[in-house]
């Protein structure tokens, strides 16, 4: 009954769910039946996942992307990390994370989240991750690459880079400072970036500073998936 009224008004606004409950009674009191409902269900968010991952147009695998958002409610501090699946340049969050505290996720709960997504649907689910400047820690890079998981993840242009063939350190804009804006470059070498090894990717935008992206494999979809990264919000 719950579900038929949310396709029908198609809000979450408890007041106007009320009014589309079709059992003859008055929207005060289908009201006074969501509220305690809603207060007390424990909601199986694994089962939210596989619904979404269900009715998604195309077959597996796909490209995720990992975000986090923080915000206050009065003097409640609410920090969200999100796992989502790009589709068609919308990304569909699949499974959140509450952390308990404020400021940037760790390792740890990256890991977390990404061995949830794989107990659910399994490696064979995973096209690659996609990530914005947040999530560049080495423990972090070196589980994703010691699991095989392809990623693209943007990086500040101030970024420290090694060059192992040379030995020299450089700043990953100096790579890229040539290119002219709506130029995109992707190294055929390998770098290492908070000491593991990677490619880099980026492009010149108009008004911002080039949108440098470590990646662990070379693929024809690199333009694409550096679309997505620099698509998804930043905090």
């Known amino acids: 009954m719950l579900f038929c009224a949310l396709c029908k008004v198609q809000t979450v606004y408890f007041e106007k769910l009320s009014t589309a409950f079709e059992t003859g009674a008055k929207s005060s009191s289908s009201l006074r039946r969501i509220q305690p409902f809603m207060a007390e269900y424990a909601l199986d ?3 939210i996942a596989r619904l979404i991952f269900k009715m998604l147009p195309h077959q597996p695998p796909y490209r995720l992307a990992m975000d986090r958002t923080g915000w206050q409610f009065g003097k409640t501090d609410i920090n969200v990390l999100t796992l989502a699946i790009v589709y068609d340049g919308v990304a569909f969050p699949v499974l959140i994370s509450m952390l308990d505290k404020r400021g940037n996720s760790n390792t740890g709960e990256r890991i977390a989240i990404i061995e949830r997504y794989i107990r659910l649907f399994g490696y064979p689910g995973i096209d690659c991750l996609l990530a914005d400047r947040e999530f560049v820690g080495e423990k972090w890079m ?5 699991n095989r998981i392809r990623y693209f993840i943007r990086i500040r242009e101030n970024f420290y880079v090694d060059d192992p063939h ?3 350190r450089f700043k990953a804009f100096w790579a890229f400072n040539d290119l002219k804006c709506g130029e995109y470059r992707c190294l055929h070498r390998i770098f290492r970036v908070n ?3 990677c490619y880099l990717a980026a492009s010149r935008l108009k008004n ?3 949108a440098g992206i470590a990646i662990n494999h070379i693929v024809q979809s690199t333009r694409k998936c550096k679309t997505d990264v620099q698509g998804t919000p930043a905090n």
Request: aromatic share 6%; no cysteine.
């Open 208 to 210: 911002r500073e080039d």
């Open 45 to 47: 968010t694994d089962l």
């Open 195 to 197: 000491g593991q090894l």
């Open 142 to 146: 070196e589980y994703l690459n010691r």
């Open 166 to 168: 040379t030995g020299k």
